[in-house]
């Protein structure tokens, strides 16, 4: 039997491995994190909607200050996001994240304003981000990569690839995410 879930469901289904029903969902938002990706993915949905995209962002900014997460609607982020703890964690607008990305506490996912580097990063499918790496620039991570804590990444990142250090280094390996992104969609 095939089913079509909504995005809220697969961010769900990374923490538990199951598929929950709505109401399932909401018994759930007692988690910090849950609660802030449900209030998160309902603001992207109803963002060009007048009343309601006005009413989520309010609601958004409340529990952006509650909980830390420094988070926008206009960050396009794939299907399967997982936020690990709860606490510090800024990702700019312009960034962009792909699928199954786990992203732990006091991350930053930030702009570089000047130089070889200005822009965004864009993150690639199956990305574990450590504890408080930073992600900086006009830099592309490629797919199963995991960003070791504490890692400053001013720079590509292949696919396959542990990234570690500061300054980061590189150490190519097929399994990089495994054992880190649990319940992948």
Known sequence: M????????????????????????????INPNLHFIYVLRKTQRFNKTPFLGFYWRLVLRHFQIKYGFQIYPETQIGEGLYL?????????????????CNIAQGVTIGQQNRGKNE????????????????????????????VAPNAYVNFDVPENSVVAGNPAKIYPTEEATAGYINNRI
Not at 84 to 100: D, E, R, T
Not at 130 to 137: E, H, S
């Open 119 to 146: 822009g965004y990063p864009e993150i690639g499918d199956d990305v574990w981000i450590g504890p408080n790496a930073v992600l900086v620039g006009n830099i592309k991570i490629g797919n199963n990569v995991l």
């Open 2 to 29: 095939s089913r079509k879930y909504s995005t809220i469901q697969k961010d769900f289904y990374r923490e538990s491995g199951k598929w929950l029903s709505p109401l399932q969902i909401l018994l759930k938002c």
């Open 84 to 100: 690990g703890h709860w606490g510090s964690l800024v990702v700019n607008p312009k960034a962009k994240i792909g699928k199954n």
